[in-house]
């Protein structure tokens, strides 16, 4: 029986076979599939890396100013407080370089435009409702000098063209800035140049911030009468980085909280009459005051400013209407720079979709009664929006009025 060998392709033919065309096919499937779940996958990675990043802006941004403002705020009136009797409401009247700057010669800029251009002393006042972001402007003024925050009297007909004698010149030096008042007329500041060298008990005058007649107020005129007495206090230093702080907060036009320097230390642009912007971002802002209308230092309601006795008028000109102010309540609205998108969202756009995630209405001060709540229409809900509410007592306000230890 012969056995016969059936032909075997040659091992190159065997090599050249490759894939069918069915497994080319499940192959490529697979590697679609692989490709989808990876590109899914990476979507949302990005997109939760977005959010997070935006959340932690925002949170950011709200911490951040929640403690700079109570920093500014919580010390309102240092250096003056105590004398409120003689500070509170006073007229300022301040030059810089020979130049007028208080009262300020023309409108203040942006967003300061309605702020009065005769800024009075109190320790806080809020103009309702200025500018174009219809936001509050908040006005802080706080003295960094002294001993012991309290005034010392001229001594009378002691003040000359540019020297003046005080009852005690303790604490007295070079370049520190003296507010000069007299019960019932406008306050000045003037820089020391230094204690003079022939007569140690007078203090002499000069620099930048210096001169004898601002606004048609004499420096003669201060310390005549006999039966009223002129007081210096002791508000900061024009050299040492320690100058007191008369500043404006507001949100310009460009969503940017600004500060605006009144006695010009760090403004900007080149007159230094700009400016200083704080933060981006920053939609709306609005406050209540709280008021203390017992005494007792402690706050009996909220009270929205511009309403009621408190215009801003009547707390930049009546000293007890000011008093009664012990505390503030501030609520901003914050938004990102982040755009959000949804490819798959059904109100899809020829350049970008529509995907919203912020409501249609924000409510500031949402635990105060009704009448006292802020309404915040979002007209651009493709970016995320946080309210921060914090509130802000005004220690040297409490202080002044507390007589009892609190409950």
Same mark, same amino acid.
């Given at each position: 029986m012969m056995l016969h060998r059936l032909p075997q392709p040659a091992q190159g033919a065997r090599r050249s076979r490759g894939f069918s065309l069915i497994e080319l096919m499940v192959s490529l499937v697979i590697g679609m599939g692989l490709i989808i779940t990876m590109g899914v996958l990476s979507q949302k990675f990005e997109t939760s890396k977005r959010e997070q990043s935006t959340s932690s802006d925002l949170s950011g941004t709200s911490a951040f100013l929640s403690y700079d403002l109570d920093r500014q705020i919580r010390s309102a009136g240092s250096g003056f407080t105590n004398g409120y009797e003689d500070t509170f409401a006073c007229a300022l009247n301040v030059s810089k370089s020979n130049a007028q700057i208080l009262p300020a010669p023309v409108a203040l800029p942006d967003p300061f435009g309605s702020v009065p251009q005769a800024i009075t002393l109190v320790p806080l006042a809020v103009y309702p409702a200025t500018g174009s972001t219809d936001s509050d402007t908040i006005q802080i003024m706080t003295a960094t000098g002294g001993v012991g925050e309290v005034s010392t009297q001229l001594k009378y007909k002691s003040v000359n063209t540019n020297q003046l004698q005080l009852v005690s010149n303790v604490g007295i030096e070079a370049n520190d800035l003296l507010l000069i008042t007299e019960k019932g007329r406008p306050c000045m500041i003037e820089q020391v140049k230094g204690l003079n060298a022939t007569t140690p008990d007078i203090i002499d005058l000069d620099g930048a911030y210096y001169a004898s007649v601002i606004n048609g107020q004499a420096l003669n005129d201060r310390g005549t009468s006999? =039966?009223?007495?002129?007081?210096?206090?002791?508000?900061?230093?024009? =050299?040492?980085?320690?100058?007191? $702080?008369?500043?404006?907060?507001?949100?310009?036009? =460009?969503?940017?909280?600004?500060?605006?320097?009144? $006695?010009?230390?760090?403004n900007g642009g080149s007159g230094g009459n700009q400016p200083i912007p704080i933060t981006d971002g920053v939609m709306m802002m609005r406050t209540l005051y709280g008021v203390d209308t017992s005494g007792d230092g402690k706050v009996d309601s909220w009270v929205r400013p511009g309403t009621g006795s408190f215009t801003a008028a009547n707390v930049t000109t009546n000293s007890a209407i000011a008093r009664q102010i012990v505390a503030i309540k501030i609520a901003m609205v914050l938004r990102s720079d982040t755009i959000e998108d949804q490819s798959s969202n059904a109100k899809t756009t020829a350049t970008r979709s529509t995907f919203f995630v912020a409501p249609e209405k924000l409510t500031l001060f949402t635990s105060q009664a009704t009448t006292l709540r802020t309404d915040y229409e979002v007209t651009d809900r493709q970016r995320r929006h946080l309210v921060v509410e914090f509130t802000v007592p005004l220690r040297n306000q409490l202080a002044s009025l507390r007589t009892t230890t609190p409950d």
């Open positions: 006999a =039966s009223v007495n002129a007081k210096a206090f002791n508000i900061g230093n024009a =050299s040492n980085g320690n100058p007191p $702080m008369f500043h404006l907060l507001g949100v310009n036009g =460009s969503n940017q909280l600004v500060r605006y320097d009144l $006695m010009r230390f760090n």
